[in-house]
């Protein structure tokens, strides 16, 4: 049956090469999608990661709480691994004044590797390097009319620190929402400090070395270790943090599924096509097997030999060639978009190179979905096929 399926397959070479082609580029674009869509989600949330680090330790309740005396906490000591990073920030509002104008901010206080991270964003100037120095979203300085050099007041009053202090903007930044370049004014900690609240933080963001992006297990054992430790505060892992973010992170699987699956849907109807015109063109040698004394059952079966086989043989070309794009684009690949897209990509901090990613699940639910193309392509003609009453089929005329 196996070689009768194939010799069909080779009697009709240009439609078997169309049909297997059509299958092969539908299994290559699942890679080569998948691999670019994986990739692209592995940069946001690394993105979302670097900002507030594996760990974030806040006070309790402090997604209800607005007051900076409830928010602020001093940093505890904590038994973190080795090579575990900890970086404090201090969040707080006040006004900024330069001369006569004066606008509603957010200040927030930084470390050193913080303003880092602030780099791709600097559009003028400098990142801060001593105290009494501050960057301001570029809207903000336009609305209060300051430059590079310029000093300006901070003001907070009924707060735990001075209130007051000065600082000289040394550099602007340009950040994704206007909303929030116009009330962004970061200062190093110890400024906000004083400003704001003496000794104390409103987030703890611990960094640990060797822990994958999706590896949650380690962060919910040490985030379990180290609540002991946390009097009136609470730990919370990275996607925790982010509960947006955790919330898209269970429909991944879903999305992609859904998009390969509507590719293979459109590459069946053209293999059911075939298969059925093959059908067509063969109703009187189907006859005539029929007459031979093959029964029903084996002609449904040939029907599918065919299209298993046909799928099969395309299907590996395809996995072949999209695992060769794939080790390409593992090694770093930009997204082919104009550029006011890549733009605004960046503005978000996303990294103008990806690295593609294709796992084992993912190779398998591409020949899975194949499979279940070719028996249900093979379905309504392996069907008609089986009913096929000799006589009539022997006298059938195309």
Not at 23 to 51: I, K, N, P, Q, T
Not at 96 to 101: D, F, H, S, Y
Not at 229 to 247: D, F, I, R, S
């Amino acid at each position: 049956m196996l070689r009768l399926a194939w010799r069909n397959l080779l009697r009709t070479p240009g439609r078997s090469l169309t049909t297997g082609g059509v299958v092969a580029l539908v299994v290559f674009l699942s890679l080569v999608f998948l691999s670019v869509y994986a990739g692209a989600f592995d940069a946001f949330f690394r993105l979302v990661l670097e900002r507030t680090g594996h760990l974030v330790v806040r006070a309790e309740g402090y997604r209800e709480g607005e007051d900076l005396e409830r928010l602020a906490f001093f940093p505890p000591r904590l038994p973190l691994p080795e090579g575990a990073e900890v970086e404090g920030v201090l969040e707080g509002g006040g006004l900024l004044i330069a001369g006569e104008r004066s606008r509603a901010v957010a200040f927030t206080g930084l470390e050193a590797q913080g303003f880092a991270r602030q780099a791709n964003l600097l559009v003028a100037g400098r990142l801060p390097q001593g105290p009494g120095e501050a960057l301001l979203g570029e809207a903000l300085a336009q609305a209060l009319k300051v430059r590079l050099g310029d000093e300006v007041a901070a003001y907070a009053p009924g707060g735990m620190g001075l209130g007051v202090y000065a600082f000289r903007v040394v550099g602007l930044l340009d950040l994704p929402e206007t909303h929030l370049e116009a009330r962004t004014a970061l200062v190093p900690l110890a400024d906000a400090q004083a400003l704001l609240a003496p000794g104390r933080v409103t987030r703890l963001e611990i960094r640990l070395a060797g822990i994958g992006l999706y590896d949650l297990k380690p962060l919910e054992a040490l985030k379990a270790a180290l609540q002991p430790h946390l009097k009136g505060l609470v730990a919370e892992t990275w996607l925790e943090a982010n509960p947006l973010y955790a919330a898209i992170l269970p429909f991944y699987d879903t999305v992609m599924a859904l998009y390969v699956g509507i590719f293979f849907l459109l590459g069946g109807l053209i293999l059911l096509n075939a298969l059925y015109l093959s059908l067509v063109e063969r109703v009187r040698e189907f006859g005539l097997l029929a007459a031979l004394g093959l029964t029903g059952r084996r002609l449904l079966a040939l029907v599918f030999w065919e299209s298993l086989l046909l799928v099969g043989v395309a299907a590996l070309v395809g996995v072949g060639v999209g695992l060769l794009v794939h080790l390409e684009l593992a090694d770093g690949f930009r997204l082919p978009l104009p550029r006011w897209i890549l733009e605004q990509y960046r503005e978000f901090g996303l990294p103008e190179v990806l690295y593609g990613r294709l796992g084992v699940g993912e190779v398998l639910l591409t020949l899975g979905y194949s499979v279940g193309v070719a028996v249900l392509a093979a379905l309504w003609p392996g069907y008609l096929a089986s009913r096929l009453e000799p006589v009539e089929a022997m006298r059938y005329t195309p």
